[in-house]
């Protein structure tokens, strides 16, 4: 297949070596030179034999494109829809964006009404993120075993969906199935507050030196996303601010709680149920994989399989049926 990636960091970067390495044909184009530059430079130095192209436009990156990955910061999203639908694009379309019902609402908004012969579009989003960036920390791997939302709701079509549900799960991740509306309730809570809340853990040891000096295994692990880059993490957080509101309204709540403990004449004990719930969830997490099932690749299927926490593993070849996997 034809495929065209814009945005060359950890994510589309990952992704066009993932790709070209199952034998697709990949052209790449990022924003930035340099990033260009380097691309075009692990290309030529690669000794596997997989190569890839980078080029200096959107515009030819799609040219021949049969399906273009959109892996762009969400400000700079509305400017790459702009030039697809100004050379009139009629290829598929999916993106990596962390967040699902902005990025469905821009697709609406800037490309569908500029071309209605475009093949259609898949919003999408790997779990698969790490507190680096950049080209230089790409990794072909990445997807291995990693969760990926592909939303499934109009105007996308089953059979669009379950074709980049099948190029997904090649790489080893699996599909949820998921609309755009629950997938952002759903990272707000797991993927977009934790931001939050290791961000303000870190500043609130800023000037703390023997705070810093004895950090270990608990500050490590609590702050570790702190490390994102900050433009991608607001973008993230605010990109999502409505469903990220509600869900850090319940953090603070639950905090606010855990403060109101150690007033008490026995924190210890007022704070051991406390503790309880959450080490409950923690201990149980992730969810164990049930036995393989096959499924009818239905919409409305697939759509409850995203509901109970299950997931895809392989689309079959005629497309008429899925594997899929409950949690036990």
């Not at 390495?21 to 997989?50: C, E, F, K, N, Q």
């Not at 291995?144 to 109009?154: I, S």
């Not at 074709?163 to 609309?179: E, K």
Request: with cysteine; glycine share 10%.
């Amino acid at each position: 297949m034809d495929i065209a990636v814009i945005g060359l960091g950890l994510i589309g970067g990952s992704l066009l070596q993932a790709l070209a390495a199952r034998g697709h044909r990949l052209v790449g184009y990022d924003a930035d030179p340099a990033t260009r530059a380097t691309a075009r430079t692990a290309a030529a130095r690669s000794t596997s034999g997989t190569r890839w192209q980078v080029v200096g436009s959107v515009r030819e990156a799609v040219a021949a494109s049969e399906l273009t990955v959109l892996a762009v910061p969400l400000p700079a999203l509305p400017g790459v829809l702009d030039e697809l639908a100004g050379r009139s694009y009629t290829g598929l379309v999916t993106d990596v964006t962390s967040v699902k019902g902005v990025v469905r609402d821009l697709v609406a908004d800037r490309l569908r009404p500029a071309h209605a012969r475009l093949a259609g579009y898949v919003g999408g989003h790997p779990m698969a993120g790490r507190e680096i960036s950049g080209f230089g920390a790409a990794d072909p791997g990445l997807f291995a075993g990693a969760a990926w939302v592909l939303c499934l709701e109009p105007p996308t079509q089953l059979g669009e969906w379950l074709d980049i549900a099948a190029l997904v799960t090649s790489l080893g991740a699996r599909v949820v199935p998921m609309t755009a509306d629950d997938h952002d309730r759903a990272v707000a809570a797991v993927s977009h507050v934790p931001h939050l809340v290791a961000t303000a853990l870190a500043a609130a040891v800023a000037d703390d030196a023997p705070a810093l000096t004895l950090g270990a295994g608990s500050f490590r692990d609590g702050t570790r996303v702190a490390a994102t880059r900050a433009d991608l993490v607001a973008a993230m957080c605010g990109g999502n601010a409505g469903a990220v509101a509600d869900a850090l309204d319940v953090v603070l709540a639950s905090l606010a709680e855990a403060r109101a403990a150690l007033d008490a004449p026995d924190p210890i004990g007022a704070l051991r149920p406390w503790f309880a719930a959450g080490n409950a969830v923690r201990a149980a997490w992730p969810p164990t994989a049930g036995s393989s099932i096959e499924l009818p690749a239905r919409a409305d299927t697939l759509l409850r399989l995203g509901q109970v926490g299950g997931w895809i593993t392989e689309v079959a070849p005629d497309r008429h049926t899925v594997t899929a996997v409950r949690p036990s």
